[in-house]
């Protein structure tokens, strides 16, 4: 009944607006309550009691007051007062926004970057950010900086980013010297500067931020900078040199069947401007056809890191619907150009975290095919010459070196396992293995075969029963 009420005065204060608007905070009476709502809040009154303040601040809103709209979104935000509710936050931040309460544009831009009861939307929170920064709002400066920082919602653009951050800065918004530190601590963008890091991340830690009283205080500034005195100039990969400066440009060429298989060689995560080498680890890429599609999965040693299915765009493969199992990996791969070689690839990858929806740094793979995907002094015993569906069932198609034992299982196209399907005896030579497709919902599915540590799958699709 209570929420029935709230809906009726904000509907009666939308009607409102065009006089009410006018009086935001100016009467004394008004500025009066606003005093007395903070206090209750944050305990300046003898006592913390945000119920009373929630109280006051649905009176002023009742009567049209725009700081009070934001202020109650809040506490609907955060569930301070009052039960949690998003729905109740949104509308209040809206109404306020549109008041030209920029706080309040940037509450609920907050709510669109991190999905908070409404579907995420970067590109509306970067516009909203925006519209706050263009007024002058620290907040705004910072929210659409970071954005364009780490290209959320909007094409990364480094120059602009520090633009907006630079005024954050000179407002005191100690997030924006923290972004500032970070971009010439690393060099983003060629343009490295040690003590205007060092400089940016001591004033965000008089300001109290956490990360840069850490930074600070374990000399993460003097790590950076002997870490990049003392990388080489050259990267050596086969008998091929690598050269630091300069990102190697992939054409994208390499057809499906020449990118099948299982490769074996380096990865290199490059600063943003390309010119520059991070980081390098020992990678396996195994890549398998599914019609116009490919399937591609990321190995770190024996550690599955990133799987998903990939579609051909030109000369680029691009990752398609992001599943929920897939938010569980370290990483996913959003983008690949190949350029392939006799048995040498060259891939330009890109990748994003599924935790924090961020892009992460470009990636130039230098890899090598391997025939199999066993050890080198394993020899194959056993290959998945073809996989189909009919009549309910599906059957996959196998030649054995010879008599044996295999385990089957049925799994997601990202690795997942579904079902146990026991085993089957094969025969040296070619066999026949029927599996029943009853009660699979309609999509792609992998079939895993393992016999003494040795592995086999096909993507295989089950259409409607």
Known sequence: ??????????????????????????????????????????????????????????????RGNIEAMNQLGKLYLDGDGVEQDFRMAR???????????????????????????????????????????????????????????????VSQNYDKSVRMLEKGAEKGHSGCDL?????????????????????????????????????????????IQQRKEHRGKWKHMRNKTLPEKGMRFVNGNAGINEITGRWVGTAYAYDWSRTEILSEEDITLEVEAVGDSVKVSWYRGDSLCSEGMMGRNGERYSLGHVSKEQRDYPWLLTAAKFDCKDKEMYAALKTFSPVTCEKLHPVLAVLER?????????????????VSTSNGNISVIVDAASDMTVNIELCSVTGMPIKALGTRNLTAGHNKIEISALGLTKGLYSIVLTHKGERHSKIVTVRKQ
């Open 1 to 62: 009944m209570k929420r029935i009420l709230i809906f009726s005065f904000l509907v009666l204060a939308m009607a409102m607006t065009a006089s009410a608007m006018k009086n935001d905070g100016d009467s004394i009476a008004d500025a009066k309550l606003m005093r007395m709502a903070y206090q209750y809040r944050y305990g300046v009154m003898p006592e913390v009691n945000p119920r009373k303040s929630a109280a006051i601040y649905m009176r002023l809103v009742k």
């Open 179 to 223: 972004l500032l530190g970070a971009y010439y601590a690393n060099d983003y963008d060629g343009k490295g500067d040690t003590e205007k890091a060092e400089r940016h991340y001591r004033r965000a830690s008089r300001h109290g931020n956490g990360w840069t009283i850490d930074l600070t205080k374990h000399n993460v500034l003097d790590s």
């Open 91 to 153: 509308c209040l931040f809206s109404m306020a926004a549109q008041g030209g309460n920029n706080d309040a544009k940037c509450n609920l831009a907050l709510m669109y970057q991190k999905g908070m009861g409404v579907p995420l939307d970067n590109r509306k929170a970067f516009m909203l950010y925006k519209s706050a920064a263009d007024a002058g709002n620290a907040r705004g400066y910072y929210g659409a900086g970071y954005h364009l920082y780490k290209g959320l919602g």
């Open 370 to 386: 391997k025939e199999t995907s066993m050890n080198d002094n394993q020899q194959q015993t056993f290959t998945i010459q073809g």
